[in-house]
């Protein structure tokens, strides 16, 4: 079969807006666009009732309300967070930003998440919070990290940036520690183009987020009548979230679970084509595992060696397929390393160097995905 190097590009990512999210930011501007107005409000709300009630505050980025989760559980300096190398930034720069110091523990082979006998090496009289995260929508084996956290007396911070709709024996995702983070970034299920979410059960500590999010002042609880005036009560930062990003999200929740049924049909499709394949190449496809119910945000390779899995990524982006790798480990990244000796993390760095994501989101089509599959199995003859 001949190079498609002439055809239109398969995109790696690419959100689903159509004229239901334009009509809400038509709304949106013709009324409140500043945080906490209706749209805010009723996503909230909605957000609540998938995540076990919990009161949910939306931000303007998962980063953010990762900070504001340490901020509002009093984690500060001379504190550890303990927390996968194999992860986005931001769950490390949320312990730096309140003055604590992340420490990177190894991930299990199956989940991708972290390992619990490596936190439990990884602690010391220091630690004060365990920031497990959730991914390609997957928890990693939760019961004895919550059963390590209540032992020691430590705080979980899970983050869900990429869990939203995905659930843990029956669990959704971000609602099994004190608190859970969410990401609306363009590349998850449900996007806004930036923005993100805390879920958060006690209410003390809700109340302290709320302050914290609204730059330190009890604005919010003034808007509620609760006070007669607002003033400067705590520290905090500005992390309330537009109601015209909040708009889209009402939107994107409306099709949910259209999404969710067209990414789990792209899934399954890549399953189909590729299971055999990967058995005779010693390729390995996302594990399926018990008490997990996936959210079919992420579809990758782990192939047996770097070289192997570069040659494909190169191939692909060769005929127009858009794959790409997940993560540079943070304990080898230019940063880590200045933190402090880093330790030896032998599952995550060999995860890091074989691992491929290929594309996946609603906008593609079943001609798409065999096209991708196509590609794959055409890489290595």
Not at 218 to 233: H, S
Request: charged share 25%; with cysteine.
């Amino acid at each position: 079969m001949g190079s498609r190097s002439d055809a239109p590009s398969v995109r790696f990512h690419a959100a689903w807006y159509d004229e239901r999210e334009i009509e809400a930011v038509r709304a949106a501007l013709a009324g409140h666009t500043t945080g906490d107005g209706p749209f805010g409000r009723r996503v909230e709300g909605r957000l609540s009732s998938m995540l076990d009630s919990r009161k949910v505050l939306l931000t303007t980025s998962c980063t953010h309300a990762l900070e504001l989760a340490l901020l509002a559980l009093g984690i500060g300096p001379g504190q550890e967070v303990i927390t996968p190398s194999f992860t986005f930034v931001s769950s490390a720069n949320a312990a730096l930003r309140v003055g604590a110091m992340p420490v990177f523990a190894e991930i299990d082979e199956r989940t991708l998440g972290l390992d619990p006998q490596d936190v439990e090496r990884r602690l010391t009289p220091r630690t004060a919070a365990i920031l497990p995260v959730h991914y390609a929508g997957v928890a990693p084996d939760m019961e004895p990290i919550l059963d390590l956290a209540r032992r020691r007396g430590l705080r979980v911070v899970e983050d869900a940036a990429q869990g939203l709709a995905a659930s843990w024996r029956g669990r959704p995702l971000g609602t099994l520690g004190d608190a859970g983070c969410f990401s609306f970034h363009e590349t998850k299920n449900v996007s806004c183009g930036e923005g993100g979410a805390i879920a958060i059960a006690d209410p003390e500590l809700a109340k302290r987020a709320e302050i914290a999010r609204e730059k330190g002042t009890n604005r919010a609880a003034f808007f509620r009548g609760e006070v007669d005036k607002y003033t400067w009560v705590a520290e905090g930062s500005s992390y309330v979230q537009s109601d015209v990003l909040a708009a889209i999200l009402d939107a994107q929740l409306d099709k949910l679970a259209e999404i969710q049924a067209r990414r789990s049909a792209v899934t399954a499709r890549y399953r189909a084509g590729l299971q055999d394949w990967a058995d005779g190449r010693g390729v390995r496809l996302p594990a399926v595992l018990p008490e997990r119910e996936p959210n079919h945000h992420i579809f990758y390779l782990l192939y047996p060696d770097a070289a192997r899995r570069d040659r494909t990524m190169a191939a692909l982006r060769a005929e127009g397929v858009l794959a790409t790798f997940h993560y540079v480990p943070l304990h080898s990244s230019p940063h880590g390393r200045s933190l402090g000796p880093q330790p030896e993390l032998p599952v995550t760095d060999r995860v890091a160097s074989t691992l491929l994501r290929l594309p996946l989101h609603p906008r593609l089509s079943d001609g798409d995905v065999d096209r991708v599959v196509e590609a794959v199995r055409r890489a290595e003859g």
